[in-house]
């Protein structure tokens, strides 16, 4: 996790390429349960409920602690098994989930949240203010060196009464709402863990969490989670509009959705495919857009998900990196790109194309402040010569440089991201056919981020970011996070953005708001500190008999079990 500036907003900045398991020894571990193994690619047999999905994900699980998860397998369980104050509701809302409602004053500044009554850990201990206060302690602490570390500085939170704790932030930040979904420990189970001991705690293991399910058992090979029938356990909002007032909608009285889930852990996305069209599974997640539509035959469809994550080319522009200083070679590089044939091509149509770092699903997005760039090589050789660049025979030439210029694009490698890869070659060739030398360098996560990334050794990388459910560009951009380690990876500075960044951040009236954030977006169409690229939905292959799963807008995979209790699951008969 990339230190932010100031208070933190919903969904921390990620730099979604770098897999965390590639930066990090994880503890080992003991399957709690020598249950019968999912062991993949065989489906589960006489042991599967009737209305039990069977979910196939690439990744593995180490721990599901939320304080830990780092996986998508572990954030999948974890989303399930746990539950937050808020929680994603109909068409990218905000909802409450552990909490009954929560109201803001002081311009901002303050948060106070009611915690609802019948809200229950799974081991039936009430859920109280005394556990999210816990939680947003240990996040903070020196001693936790988890992903989340940094996520809730500027925070200060305090118990009113059991149901009852308010956030003061240290400044005004409107993002803060969308961070409230960060799910909540149980500190009747955890208090007198050190928590400098709690990531090789037992807790990872055997979780007892406040969400609709809870986990029967774990190996190395998958999981078995059934549904929780406690009246206290997180529900689901239906997939249906929401009114203006989020308290207004209810859940259901009676929990429903699948009596449990079967996750099969899937080495990579070639096994997870395989399995799929052998029928070993109902679900399944984690493959490319095209591996996805290959799959999802004979009674499977694809559902696509938007997502907050932006993926874009990142020309370095700190000082003394001098090659994409000018506005005019940046305006070539994106002009050059022919991002709608990446969509079209490498997502399989499933994304859109980015005119600007806002989603287009944003209620912040504005289509004329972001402008549109075209696809023209014409156009960008024009641009290119507008900066002084000279072309001759074997390629362009800087002012004063006698020979070509020649640059190297960096990626993450395919078995982390095959996106993120096939893009950079897209890019380079189409930089190629502008008439610039471009070599391709794909290293695995851990040394890109490491020797690459964080030092500034590099000229330009292909990165995937997510935005989070609240379009706050300060930290991605803000000249206080141009230095090493920063989340200003171009280190880009500009003294104009700046100020329309603060400005943007600042708690506000929607109306207002969106101003700030359009006079931003035109500005960020003016100086291409970063070239936007496109947004690509998450797919999710899923079996005719599961029925329900309802697109929504999501910030991660995880999130597509925003609605899981109004899943319905086909009757198949026991084997």
Do not use: C
């Amino acid at each position: 996790m990339i230190r932010r500036e100031g208070v933190v907003i919903g969904a921390a900045l990620t730099l979604m390429f770098v897999l965390a398991a590639a930066m990090v020894v994880a503890p080992a571990r003991t399957p709690i349960a020598a249950s019968p193994s999912p062991s993949a690619g065989v489906a589960a047999q006489a042991t599967t409920p009737l209305r039990t999905v069977r979910e196939g994900v690439v990744g593995s699980v180490q721990t599901l602690d939320p304080l830990f998860a780092r996986t998508h397998a572990e954030q999948d369980l974890v989303a399930l098994i746990f539950s937050g104050l808020s929680t994603l509701g109909p068409n990218g809302t905000i909802v409450p989930a552990l909490a009954e409602r929560w109201v803001s004053t002081g311009g901002g500044k303050n948060y106070t949240f009611t915690l609802r009554r019948d809200a229950v850990w799974q081991d039936g201990v009430p859920v109280t203010a005394d556990d999210v206060v816990f939680t947003v302690l240990t996040v903070q602490h020196p001693d936790y060196t988890g992903p989340l570390a940094g996520t809730w500085r500027g925070v200060t939170v305090k118990k009113l009464d059991a149901r009852t704790v308010r956030f003061t932030l240290a400044t005004q930040a409107a993002s803060f709402l969308p961070a409230t979904s960060q799910p909540i420990l149980p500190a009747h189970l955890l208090q007198d863990v050190p928590i400098a001991d709690l990531a090789a705690s037992g807790f990872g293991q055997q979780p007892v969490g406040s969400g609709p399910y809870e986990l029967v058992s774990l190996t190395h090979d998958g999981a078995t989670l059934r549904r929780v029938e406690t009246a206290g356990a997180a529900r689901s909002p239906a997939p249906s509009s929401v009114p203006l007032d989020p308290f207004s909608w209810r859940p259901a009285e009676v929990p429903s959705g699948p009596d449990g889930f079967e996750f099969f852990f899937y080495p990579d996305a070639g096994a997870l495919a395989d399995a799929f069209r052998a029928g070993a599974l109902d679900t399944a997640s984690g493959l490319d857009p095209s591996t996805a539509d290959s799959v999802a035959t004979g009674g499977a469809r694809v559902i696509r998900y938007p997502r907050t994550v932006v993926t874009v080319a990142v020309p370095n522009l700190r000082f003394g990196r001098n090659l994409f200083q000018s506005v005019h070679v940046r305006r070539a590089l994106l002009e050059a790109i022919d991002r709608d044939a990446i969509v079209r091509g490498v997502l399989a149509s499933g994304g859109v194309r980015a005119d600007t770092l806002i989603p287009p699903t944003s209620w912040a997005f504005d289509q004329k402040a972001a402008g549109h760039v075209t696809f023209s090589l014409s156009s960008a050789a024009k641009e290119l010569a507008a900066a002084g660049w000279r072309r001759t025979s074997n390629g362009w030439r800087r002012p004063g440089v006698k020979t070509p210029v020649t640059f190297e694009l960096l990626a993450v490698d395919s078995a982390a991201n095959p996106v993120a890869a096939q893009v950079a070659h897209q890019v380079a060739s189409d930089w190629t056919d502008l008439g610039l030398h471009v070599n391709v360098t794909v290293l695995p996560a851990g040394a890109l981020v490491g020797s690459k990334l964080v030092p500034g050794r590099f000229d330009a990388t292909i990165m995937d970011i997510n935005l989070g459910r609240d379009p706050d560009l300060y930290p991605l951009l803000a000249s206080t996070q141009a230095v090493a380690g920063g989340s200003n990876v171009a280190g880009y500075q500009s003294a104009t953005l700046d100020k329309l960044l603060q400005s943007s951040r600042l708690f506000a009236s929607i109306p207002d708001r969106k101003k700030r954030l359009s006079a931003l977006q035109v500005r960020l169409a003016q100086e291409l500190p970063l070239l936007p690229l496109f947004f690509a939905d998450f797919s999710y292959v899923v079996r005719d008999a599961v029925l329900g799963p309802t697109p929504n807008v999501v910030t991660q995979p995880s999130e597509r079990f925003w609605d899981v209790l109004t899943w319905r699951v086909a009757e198949r008969p026991a084997s």
